[in-house]
């Protein structure tokens, strides 16, 4: 069973900075594509971010020079750092662990919530 829980999520002001963390269980986690989504309300979810096994990093146009993302294969657990945030990054952020060969798999974690308001 693969477990995948978020933390780091909160409220803070258009311009600061939060950093999110997924840590996993259960899996080959070096094995594993890990990836950022995000879900706003009334809009559909979208990929902020992505880490391939290797560690290449991958962003959406919106968060490129603001988000970083970086993996720990020691601790199993990647992270998100966001900097100069704003309003329009106000979603529920999700972990996603992904392979497509053996051992393959696809799973999600609860979710956490990142709001932008002053």
Same mark, same amino acid.
């Given at each position: ?21 997924c ?26 971010? /992505? ?26 657990? /990647? ?38 308001s002053?």
């Amino acid at each position: 069973q693969v477990q995948l829980v978020e933390s780091g999520g909160g409220l803070v002001q258009p311009g600061g900075s939060l950093r999110l963390s997924c840590a996993a269980s259960g899996t080959i986690f070096r094995l594993y594509a890990m990836g950022w989504y995000r879900q706003a309300p009334g809009k559909q979810r979208e990929l902020v971010a /992505v880490s391939t096994s290797g560690g290449s990093p991958n962003y959406a146009d919106s968060v490129k020079g603001r988000f970083t993302i970086s993996r720990d294969n020691a601790k199993n657990t /990647v992270y998100l750092q966001m900097n100069n945030l704003k309003p329009e990054d106000t979603a529920v952020y999700s972990c996603n662990a992904h392979r497509s060969t053996w051992p393959a798999g696809d799973y999600w974690g609860q979710g956490t919530q990142v709001t932008v308001s002053s």
